[in-house]
């Protein structure tokens, strides 16, 4: 049997502020990789790749597709651009994720699903209703000679993110709908370094509004010039953005489970080699396991656990588990909890004053590098 090959890579947005990696194999079969199948149904990457190995979850069973397989299926990536170039990543074809996400839709309708696969049910409702509304209007909009623009389309069906920035306390300066930088970074309580060099770095997707100076006037500045950002610009940043109100906005939209996932990812894989540096020649571990429970990061000689984006990194549906994870790792272990983008002299000082029995939290926006600079940061480690 030939080894199929993916050679062509993108990235799909259907959830506004999700991407998923995605992929043409030789055949022409569309695919999604392992995480970004995840990522897509809000699950955990490694729930996923446990139902690759014991099968669909019990309550599913009943509204499964007869002949949807869990087998894994490995490819090849020679596609140019895709981080994984080169190796072999383990992939879910289109079928296989309608079918998924049309059990899920069907259990949470008969009420069969447990608790912590609540949140995966009603994203796979609301993914299936935005899907078909958008199928419907971007099919209507070929016939007319109009360009479809399938994956905004999805996204604004997905949900209204608007409302949910405005029932969080956004405030615009302009007629109301039109916020300027100062609004946004208020709202999200970022420095306006981190929102610059997000607008630098989404230059091509957020365009800016150029204020007139009667309205500048208007709203009490002084300045020559200055750009507002529409409402639907303004989501694309709060989302695209890993602030903490841009985490309860994902949760909110999103659940709570692989409202992170993006973000662990690419904070836990650069923080595992700049801590790796840092504790050479300890016994320094990443996903490490602790009388049952997981950590990003744990060294033995120190007796040290730091959790990157940690807060609520590691959900546990069951609210007493929790409870007692926290109390079982806080009691025996010196703990840091720390941004994915807190600077390195802040994370040092915060193990230096680690101390079992407290937990150190460095969330502080003051000592959080913008996206650019802590990955130049990083790699410079």
């Known amino acids: 049997m030939t080894e199929r090959k993916a050679v062509h890579y993108g990235q799909v947005e259907i959830i506004p502020g999700i991407t998923c990696d995605a992929y043409v194999l030789d055949d022409g079969t569309a695919v999604l990789s392992e995480r970004g199948t995840a990522e897509l149904l809000g699950m955990k990457h490694a729930s996923l790749q446990s139902m690759a190995v014991t099968g669909v979850p019990k309550t599913l069973k009943p509204f499964v597709d007869k002949g949807l397989t869990m087998a894994v299926t490995l490819v090849e990536v020679t596609a140019k651009g895709?981080?994984?170039?080169?190796?072999?990543?383990?992939?879910?074809?289109?079928?296989?994720?309608?079918?998924?996400?049309?059990?899920?839709?069907?259990?949470?309708g008969h009420n069969v699903l447990q608790k912590n696969q609540m949140h995966i049910g009603r994203r796979c409702v609301l993914l299936q209703s935005a899907l078909v509304r958008t199928v419907l209007e971007s099919a209507i909009k070929e016939a007319c000679g109009m360009p479809a623009k399938i994956q905004e389309t999805a996204q604004k069906h997905y949900t209204d993110i608007v409302e949910l920035m405005k029932e969080s306390g956004l405030k615009c300066s302009v007629d109301g709908d039109i916020a300027i930088k100062t609004d946004i970074t208020d709202f999200l309580d970022i420095p306006q370094s981190t929102l610059n060099s997000f607008l630098s770095k989404h230059r091509s997707k957020i365009e800016p509004i150029?204020?007139?100076?009667?309205?500048?006037?208007?709203?009490?500045?002084?300045?020559?010039?200055?750009?507002?950002?529409?409402?639907?610009?303004?989501?694309?940043?709060?989302?695209?953005?890993?602030?903490?109100?841009?985490?309860?906005?994902?949760?909110?939209?999103?659940?709570?489970?692989?409202?992170?996932?993006?973000?662990?990812?690419?904070?836990?894989?650069?923080?595992?080699?700049?801590?790796?540096?840092?504790?050479?020649?300890?016994?320094?571990?990443?996903?490490?396991?602790?009388?049952?429970?997981r950590v990003d990061f744990y060294v033995e000689e120190l007796n040290l656990i730091c959790e990157c984006n940690g807060y609520d990194n590691h959900i546990h549906y069951n609210q007493t588990q929790e409870k007692e994870r926290e109390e079982y790792l806080n009691k025996n272990y010196r703990v840091v909890r720390f941004h994915h983008l807190t600077d390195l002299e802040t994370l040092v000082n915060g193990i230096l004053h680690a101390q079992v029995g407290t937990v150190v939290k460095l969330y502080d926006a003051s000592h959080v590098y913008s996206d650019s600079s802590q990955s130049a940061a990083l790699s410079a480690q």
């Open 210 to 293: 150029k204020l007139e100076r009667a309205t500048i006037q208007a709203i009490g500045s002084k300045a020559g010039r200055m750009n507002g950002y529409c409402l639907k610009d303004v989501g694309t940043i709060a989302l695209g953005m890993d602030s903490v109100i841009g985490i309860k906005l994902k949760e909110k939209m999103f659940g709570s489970v692989s409202s992170l996932a993006k973000f662990e990812t690419k904070g836990e894989i650069e923080w595992q080699k700049v801590l790796g540096k840092v504790f050479a020649g300890f016994g320094f571990h990443h996903n490490y396991t602790l009388n049952g429970y």
């Open 82 to 108: 895709s981080p994984y170039e080169g190796r072999k990543i383990t992939i879910y074809d289109s079928n296989f994720v309608e079918s998924l996400m049309c059990a899920y839709a069907m259990a949470i």
